[in-house]
């Protein structure tokens, strides 16, 4: 089993930067492939960002470039760099966690946070 608690999340003007942490119980958690969505207003949730546990990372194209996710393993934590935010980037942020390869599809994910709200004014 493993839980998950998002945090990091808030208020922050266009092209400004949050770094959000997820913070993972679990002695497995480095095997764990780990991932971030996103649900904005009015939206179906979307893949973010992922990294599984060789270190490969993997981003959507709107996040390319802008977003990072890393992972601690000691301290059982993957975080989400994000720089240049724009206000598309309003949404509520979730990790996820799946034993297993990489895969994009939010169904395939067994763990996931609570969620941390990020908003991007204009």
């Known amino acids: 089993q493993v839980q998950l608690v998002d945090s990091g999340g808030g208020l922050v003007q266009a092209g400004g930067s949050l770094r959000l942490s997820c913070a993972a119980s679990?002695?497995?958690?480095?095997?764990?492939?780990m991932a971030w969505f996103r649900q904005g207003p009015g939206k179906e949730r979307e893949f973010v960002a992922a990294?599984?546990?060789?270190?490969?990372?993997y981003y959507a194209d709107s996040v390319q470039g802008r977003f990072i996710i890393s992972r601690d393993n000691a301290k059982n934590t993957v975080y989400l760099q994000m720089n240049s935010l724009k206000p598309e980037d309003t949404a509520r942020y979730y990790c996820?966690?799946?034993?297993?390869?990489?895969?994009?599809?939010?169904?395939?994910?067994?763990?996931w946070g609570q969620g941390t709200q990020v908003t991007v004014s204009s």
């Open positions: 996820a966690a799946r034993m297993g390869p990489y895969i994009p599809t939010m169904s395939m994910y067994n763990y």
């Open positions: 679990g002695r497995t958690f480095s095997t764990y492939t």
């Open positions: 990294r599984n546990w060789g270190g490969s990372t």
